[in-house]
């Protein structure tokens, strides 16, 4: 499962781009990433946009998949809840994230899922217009 994250200054948004299949091989490169970032950086409100995700997996694949994660942890020192947004492309990817959500519940985040972008980077407090995932598909993939 491919990403590609950019810290954006101007938004001051942590931004993660997803696509192809839900996997815990990109679950993990995810957290190796965020282990790079300072801990201002990780401290940042995160719009994921995985609208480009196939979530059709297996339960027993999401259980691995959170076994296999950051064991909880981020780069950050936590004052008050993170805000973190996920964009999905429909119905189906939008009640597999509320799940997905529930199962890693990480006290830490405060996880909500959007299937409007406009509603999601109002809920991460992002005023800029326009879309901030575009142009980043030409960037490395990590």
């Not at 990109?26 to 480009?52: M, V, W």
């Not at 990817?93 to 899922?113: C, H, K, T, W």
């Not at 991460?124 to 326009?130: E, I, K, S």
Request: proline content about 4%; glycine content about 6%; overall charge negative.
């Amino acid at each position: 499962m491919p990403f590609i994250l950019r810290v954006d200054t101007e938004s001051n948004c942590l931004l993660v781009l997803w696509s192809g299949q839900f996997s815990k091989e990109g679950n993990i490169s995810f957290y190796q990433a965020l282990s790079k970032l300072t801990a201002t950086e990780c401290a940042l409100p995160r719009l994921h946009d995985a609208r480009k995700v196939n979530f059709d997996v297996p339960t027993e694949e999401i259980y691995k998949t959170r076994r296999s994660g950051s064991g909880g942890k981020d780069n950050i020192e936590v004052v008050s809840k993170l805000r973190s947004a996920v964009l999905v492309h429909s119905d189906l990817d939008f009640g597999m994230m509320r799940i997905l959500s529930a199962i890693y519940n990480r006290p830490e985040l405060d996880v909500q899922v959007f299937s409007e972008l406009e509603k999601a980077k109002e809920w991460v407090g992002m005023n800029l217009p326009g879309d901030p995932f575009e142009g980043m598909a030409n960037n490395n993939i990590n």
